[in-house]
């Protein structure tokens, strides 16, 4: 399994950016992958994260509901996370994960098998800094 991220940058309040994760070696259209981020000082938390075989369950964390949108595309092997209206608070390493063996829906149990470091692959993650 490998997975590579890309798209992140620096950007002022308010800015846009998009992320892709480019995913390999496993079946694609048949999982559930996401997007987690990491800021200096504190711990790794889930993002958002869809289904990427049917592209319509998906589950944000709280605090980007509204500005963050998260999408698959199986021909392409992708998924993406588009951010919107980001604030300083948004500055991170922002890693794409996946378990291919998780068998449940995009929600809050996802974040958490992911987070207990048990079982599941990893991006090396991208940097998205937003200042003012």
């Given at each position: 399994v490998?997975?590579?991220?890309?798209?992140?940058?620096?950007?002022?309040?308010?800015?846009?950016?998009?992320?892709?994760?480019?995913?390999?070696?496993?079946?694609?259209?048949?999982?559930?992958?996401?997007?987690f981020?990491?800021?200096?000082?504190?711990?790794?938390?889930?993002?958002?994260?869809?289904?990427?075989?049917?592209?319509?369950h998906?589950?944000?964390?709280?605090?980007?509901?509204?500005r963050?949108?998260?999408?698959?595309?199986?021909a392409?092997?992708?998924?993406?996370?588009?951010?919107?209206?980001?604030?300083?608070?948004?500055?991170?390493?922002?890693?794409?994960?996946?378990?291919?063996?998780?068998?449940?829906?995009?929600?809050?149990?996802?974040?958490?098998?992911?987070?207990?470091?048990?079982?599941?692959?990893?991006?090396?993650?991208?940097?998205?800094?937003?200042?003012?």
């Amino acid at each position: 399994v490998q997975l590579v991220e890309s798209g992140g940058g620096s950007v002022q309040i308010g800015g846009s950016l998009i992320l892709a994760c480019t995913a390999s070696g496993f079946t694609f259209d048949d999982s559930v992958i996401g997007w987690f981020r990491q800021a200096p000082g504190k711990q790794r938390e889930g993002v958002a994260c869809v289904s990427t075989y049917d592209d319509y369950h998906v589950y944000y964390t709280n605090s980007v509901k509204g500005r963050f949108t998260i999408s698959s595309d199986s021909a392409k092997n992708m998924v993406y996370l588009r951010m919107n209206n980001l604030e300083p608070e948004d500055t991170a390493v922002y890693f794409c994960a996946t378990d291919p063996l998780y068998a449940g829906y995009p929600g809050p149990m996802w974040f958490d098998s992911l987070a207990a470091g048990v079982a599941g692959y990893w991006g090396q993650g991208t940097q998205v800094s937003v200042s003012s």
